[in-house]
């Protein structure tokens, strides 16, 4: 075995079913990749890698989610809980306080954000409570603190100036100058498309970026007058100045990071009070990237984002006048378990460490131990099952396919270390849109007769995976041979006759037949309807929902979901997806006071698609609907 800069103990442990199977061993490898294999004399094979993440999870005394952290330069570690207050670990990650308002002058037991003043105090943002000030333990409330526009605030920057920045909830962006004077923004009077701020940032120049649900928009600060602009006068639905933005950071490239609900965007940032944004990136699931929860940079420039699907670190390389970004997935916990991170809680300590928070606990990665791992591998083909049943494949090949057939294909880059990270996309006949595979398993429906090519590759990594390619053949069903025919023609004149001795009740019957609805379905059809208009609800204000991610979610391909949905409710998935943002509009119209624009872009539309559909929909524009759901 090659000699390698590593030292470990392998051994087994009772009721741990990530140790050694037996400590009796026979034999070692380590592979090219760092895998060290262990044979055993009776427990079979175990492996184990030799560069692994350095990293290590500290449950913390309270269960709730981890918002947010800071170092008051004394080796020790707070910790803000989103609804029980602080907790303080020592430099030897120890427990050593826990605050909350019960014992302290906290307002709010949820503490989501910390912003280092320039005298080392800190300010605490507490959803309900305000801003609260911390300075060595003790919490005092400024005289501002508690101002409407920063009762619910979210993020907090610094200028150039001294002015410190926070991004409300509901109430927009109000700027605190040096004697403690307020300035409130809103979308009625700047550039703010909306009143909900998700994310506040700053780069070393002291310019704020200010993220929304609606866009970005950024301090313009020229002629001694500071002025919120929208990034992008363009007011399409996947404009910079109107996507609806989860999280922002500022890299020391002065590279802009922009996190959604469909993956990670990176742009050059241009000088001057007006700056220039230049899309560098787009970085979605085909990459690994889900959705954004939190952005950080580490010591090395490399950036770390925590998503729905786990932690990524995204490292970054000047290339041919460019730059060049690779996508690494880490998983933790026993068997690759991921923990679900917490919304804007990830923090580069000032020893270099990253930590991110989740429910309970925090997890803290030495980004020096980070190996980014090659997932552009060949992709082999393991397994085939047809309607459920596995078969065996002669030669390698998919077995000849009955249309109407369910196919299941198992599939593996055989990286045992990375299995829970890797991603498998495939397409079939050269379809524009990869789609996302159901962990190593790719389904497909409702294939049309003829000759196929299904494409597959892996989804993470550096570089251009490899692609494999499966040929599919599905051939005709027996109702094409012409003796079914010649039956179906004798069927269809006896048919007439019958219809023709009672044609009214049999014409009333079709057609209303031919008109399903939602509350059409019954029993399993029901719940698929009803679980179908829950994940499409649940991603209204998402405008890259896509018909892929909608049959990723409902756990079918996309053409059996286009069966499946059409049988039961008579729309395409598409069509299923408009009539429940048009619906969720028309609620949103009806007495609560919001513009056209702003029901358009909470339903994932932009005005324009809102006002052509509605009336497509309802018969009348969007402004013919009066505060309480009638028309005008």
């Not at 103990?9 to 034999?27: A, Q, V, Y």
């Not at 709730?64 to 303080?88: H, M, N, R, T, Y």
């Amino acid at each position: 075995m090659p000699a390698a800069k590593w030292r470990g103990r392998l051994r087994r442990e009772d009721g741990n079913p990530f140790s050694l199977p037996t400590n009796h061993i026979t034999c070692l490898y380590r592979d090219g990749d760092g895998t060290v294999w262990v044979g055993t004399s009776n427990g079979g094979v175990a492996y184990c890698s030799v560069y692994g993440l350095d990293f290590s999870v500290t449950a913390l005394p309270r269960h709730e989610d981890a918002s947010c952290f800071w170092e008051p330069g004394d080796g020790s570690l707070w910790i803000g809980l989103d609804g029980k207050g602080i907790v303080q670990l020592s430099a030897d990650g120890r427990v050593a306080t826990t605050i909350d308002n019960t014992n302290s002058a906290l307002t709010s037991n949820s503490v989501i954000e910390a912003c280092r003043n320039a005298d080392g105090s800190f300010y605490l943002a507490t959803y309900g409570g305000g801003i609260v000030r911390f300075d060595g333990g003790r919490l005092s409330r400024p005289r501002w603190g508690m101002l409407p526009s920063v009762r619910y605030p979210h993020k907090m920057a610094y200028d150039a100036h001294g002015n410190l920045w926070i991004g409300s909830v509901k109430a927009g962006l109000t700027r605190i100058d040096a004697s403690g004077r307020a300035t409130v923004y809103t979308y009625s009077n700047s550039g703010l498309n909306t009143n909900t701020v998700t994310d506040v940032a700053s780069d070393r120049s002291g310019r704020v970026f200010v993220a929304t649900g609606t866009g970005l928009a950024y301090i313009s600060d020229s002629g001694g007058r500071q002025r919120v602009v929208a990034a992008s006068a363009d007011t399409s639905a996947t404009s910079l100045g109107r996507m609806p933005i989860t999280a922002i950071a500022v890299d020391g490239r002065r590279m802009l990071w922009v996190g959604t609900a469909g993956g990670l965007r990176v742009y050059a940032l241009g000088g001057g009070a007006r700056p220039a944004f230049r899309l560098l990136s787009a970085l979605g699931p085909s990459a690994g990237v889900g959705v954004v929860r939190a952005i950080a940079e580490d010591k090395s420039g490399n950036m770390w984002v925590t998503t729905d699907r786990g932690v990524l670190q995204v490292t970054v390389r000047a290339e041919g006048g460019g730059y060049r970004f690779g996508c690494h997935p880490y998983s933790f916990g026993a068997g690759g378990v991921r923990p679900s991170f917490a919304k804007y809680s990830l923090y580069c300590t000032r020893g270099g460490d990253i930590i991110a928070g989740t429910f309970g606990r925090i997890v803290r990665i030495d980004p020096r131990s980070a190996r980014p791992w090659n997932a552009a591998r060949m992709v082999t083909v393991t397994g085939v099952a047809v309607n459920g049943q596995s078969v065996r494949r002669g030669g390698g090949a998919i077995p000849v396919l009955d249309s109407g057939d369910d196919l299941s294909i198992s599939v593996s880059s055989f990286d045992y270390m990375h299995s829970a990270d890797i991603s498998y996309l495939y397409r079939l006949d050269g379809d524009s849109a990869w789609s996302m595979a159901e962990g190593n398993v790719i389904s497909l429906a409702g294939m049309e007769p003829g000759a196929h090519v299904l494409e597959i590759t892996t989804g993470t990594g550096d570089g251009a995976p490899p692609v494999t390619r499966v040929d599919i053949a599905v051939r005709r069903p027996v109702m094409w041979s012409a003796v079914f025919w010649l039956l179906v023609s004798f069927a269809a004149v006896a048919c007439g006759y019958a219809l023709h001795v009672r044609r009214k009740p049999r014409r009333a019957h079709a057609v209303e037949a031919a008109q399903p609805s939602f509350g059409g379905a019954r029993g399993a059809d029901a719940e698929f309807v009803a679980r179908a208009t829950r994940i499409v609800e649940e991603h209204l204000g998402d405008f890259e929902f896509s018909v892929e991610d909608f049959s990723r979610l409902m756990l079918v391909s996309r053409s059996s979901l286009y069966k499946k949905l059409t049988a039961l409710t008579g729309q395409s998935p598409l069509e299923f997806i408009r009539k429940i943002r048009l619906r969720r509009g028309r609620e949103l119209l009806a007495g609560r006071g919001l513009t056209i624009a702003e029901v358009a872009y909470s339903v994932g539309l932009s005005p324009k698609q809102f006002s052509k559909f509605f009336k497509e929909e309802y018969g009348v524009l969007p402004s013919r609907i009066n505060g309480d759901g009638t028309e005008k």
